[in-house]
């Protein structure tokens, strides 16, 4: 049995390689919820849907948010009467989000979300690192702090950021079980700073993750994330932007840290924070990259 | 300026008419609420969206419900995902709806609705008999007392009815303003029981229609109801399932009854009760018959 941490992104495409090569039915996957929110009447939990979608081959590649070949026949109508939605919610991923936000009325966030697994026919289990409400807000220099939403998509993640603040939430108490009961963690390429940490920062997992084994991908080439503002994110919240910074943030727990071949002249440094560094092409374009670092995760 | 009663099938055929050949802007129409309720996490006011529909030519004339030519993409997955949707509600359809929600936490439905009318660009003013929340329940022989929803759709209409009982609610004030203001007050041929009568039943209401020119359509021809349900809840609620059984409930107010070809014996017997009795084609197959009807109430 092997747990993934994952947020919306980089994780997932890590996915894609691990369920090709790994029992489905072994894998759970903690989900950053920090991000959650509702948004035109709808409960969005974008990392959780996202990983749904990965999980039955549905997710918009182009976008890594969505439903691939989705339609947006509701979101557009909505613009023309005067009630545009921040977020573009296909047609599709509307019933997913209607369904949770139903779900929800009777049931906890985890409760839910396993409902909908099952409903969509998925193996792996998927883990909400919480099922209480949080915020997480982007205090940035032009704008003040705004909703992180808004960061993304209204300012598209431009402003300078100063700081990063999220809620602290309780967690998930299938969270730690599935840690506990795991061969081993895998930390995938998602932003450390708001996927990653939330999860790691929640009562008692830090003190789980300390026992087992932990590999973790670095999400950085250089100073440059591989996608999204994570690079703004770890320096405002006093971190290098780079894998170096990621091996500070892990360094309690981590025993391998995979960093790409670009950056073997870290390798090093590196080695001076985390024991075990592995070296590859972390850049996943295709099915093929994806199995390979899948295999470097999970092999070792 | 008149003002129209409406319900959801009936009259909106007959405002396609009125609205040919009278003043948009000086056409109120008042609307039932009293079926209004949440469905998937939205707030559905069927009578009021086939209204607002039928102002912008968009109404599906199949149904008289939605959208014409909608599609149902959202409702579909949600059947396929195990959340099956009582009420067919198409895309674009959802986003009035989702809209109306929205709006209703900020404002009354008196105002939402009004805000909507604007948008779509409708200049006739359409007010909702009630700000209230209210429920509508069928008591049936077979099934007890069902939602009024569940008899029309999961019952199909076919259970025997022993009565129709709906929350007594407080008038929108711009209901009595309306009929205060206007020329004339038409009630279209909408169901008297479940459409009609929670308008008139109103607090104050049928004082003011007894000060004004009142005219009505019948929806029976014969026994039976020109479409739904009316002659099962007539007869429920102890009333002639036919114009004379309208006739009667709406004898201490109506000047004018319009009733149709076929009932040209009704005519001697319906005169003792209303002052003018009308004969006419009341069946609006076309725009012409709309128009021919929408004339014979607007004209005497």
Chains 1, 2 share one sequence.
């Not at 747990?3 to 369920?19: E, R, V």
């Not at 691939?68 to 005067?82: C, P, Q, Y």
């Not at 061969?183 to 008692?204: F, Q």
């Amino acid at each position: 049995m092997i747990t993934i941490l994952s947020g919306g992104t980089g994780t997932p495409k890590l996915i894609q390689g691990i369920k090709k090569i790994y029992d489905e039915e072994e894998i759970n996957v903690i989900v950053n919820t920090v991000e959650n929110d509702y948004f035109s009447g709808v409960y969005v939990a974008a990392d959780i849907d996202t990983v749904l979608y990965t999980f039955t081959d549905m997710i918009n590649e182009d976008t890594w948010y969505g439903i691939k070949n989705d339609t947006f026949i509701t979101h557009e109508r909505l613009a023309e009467i005067g009630q545009a939605e921040l977020l573009r919610i296909g047609d599709k991923d509307r019933a997913t989000k209607i369904q949770k936000t139903l779900l929800l009325e009777e049931y906890p966030l985890s409760e839910a979300v396993d409902i909908q697994r099952k409903k969509l026919g998925i193996k792996s289990k998927i883990i909400p690192m919480s099922n209480e409400n949080s915020e997480i807000k982007i205090e940035t220099e032009e704008h003040g702090e705004v909703e992180f939403h808004d960061f993304l998509i209204k300012y598209q993640g431009k402003p300078k950021v100063k700081s990063v603040n999220y809620s602290k939430v309780n967690p998930n108490p299938e969270v730690i079980e599935s840690i506990k009961k795991s061969d081993k963690i895998i930390i995938g390429p998602s932003n450390p700073i708001t996927s990653i940490m939330p999860i790691i920062s929640l009562k008692g997992v830090k003190d789980e993750l300390i026992k087992k084994e932990v590999v973790a991908v670095s999400p950085f080439i250089g100073e440059e994330p591989v996608s999204g503002p994570a690079g703004k994110f770890m320096s405002a919240s006093g971190h290098l932007s780079s894998s170096i910074g990621v091996a500070k943030i892990y360094e309690s727990f981590l025993n391998t840290l995979i960093i790409d071949n670009k950056d073997l002249d870290m390798k090093e440094t590196l080695e001076k924070i985390i024991p075990n560094i592995k070296i590859t092409n972390t850049i996943m374009k295709n099915i093929e990259d994806k199995i390979n670092l899948a295999k470097l995760t999970i092999e070792n």
